[in-house]
């Protein structure tokens, strides 16, 4: 009879985790439907896009806690991939640094990487706007939950980021959800 028992329970966590995560993808499904699908640049060329990008403005977010100024990536080829060395400093002014790398999404023209600080996991970095001449970039995901204004150099004149964070709106951003860069 325990036996039994043990084996209806085991069924009862099976049965309610599967309900769980049937219930978990059916919620992030219907979010995401709500999102209207999100255009990438028509192509990146990855020569023009190697090298150090200042944030100037970003939506705040966890993995980035620590970096009160000064913050920057810089990619590199890596073979077929990129190698993204990210630098900030914290509130003492010490720089802290995370390594990572870019890889190409097959198909995007450049425009789609999945990039990586902990394999395996891997997130959308997705060219969204791009100067023709490589001076700035918008940078986000599909969810709309991450987002970056980039430049070469560590500020942009207002109308050029007034103009970025538009084009942020008109892909569903909140505009208010972007803070400027210290």
Request: hydrophobic residues 40%; charged residues 20%.
């Amino acid at each position: 009879m325990k036996k039994l028992s043990r084996i209806n329970s085991k069924a009862a966590v099976i049965t309610l985790s599967l309900s769980l995560a049937a219930l978990l993808a059916a919620c992030s499904t219907s979010n995401e439907a709500k999102l209207a699908p999100l255009p990438v640049v028509a192509s990146v060329d990855v020569a023009k896009y190697l090298g150090t990008w200042h944030q100037v403005a970003w939506i705040p977010n966890s993995f980035q806690g620590d970096c009160a100024s000064d913050t920057k990536a810089t990619y590199t080829l890596d073979g077929k991939d990129l190698r993204v060395q990210n630098q900030c400093k914290d509130v003492s002014g010490k720089t802290t640094e995370a390594i990572g790398i870019a890889k190409i999404v097959e198909g995007s023209n450049n425009a789609k990487l999945r990039v990586s600080f902990f394999r395996p996991f891997y997130g959308n970095y997705w060219v969204l706007a791009l100067d023709p001449d490589y001076k700035w970039v918008l940078v986000g995901e599909p969810k709309r939950t991450f987002g970056w204004v980039l430049a070469r150099d560590t500020k942009l004149d207002p109308a050029t980021l007034n103009q970025i964070l538009d084009r942020a709106v008109s892909l569903g951003y909140d505009r208010s959800a972007f803070k400027m860069s210290p």
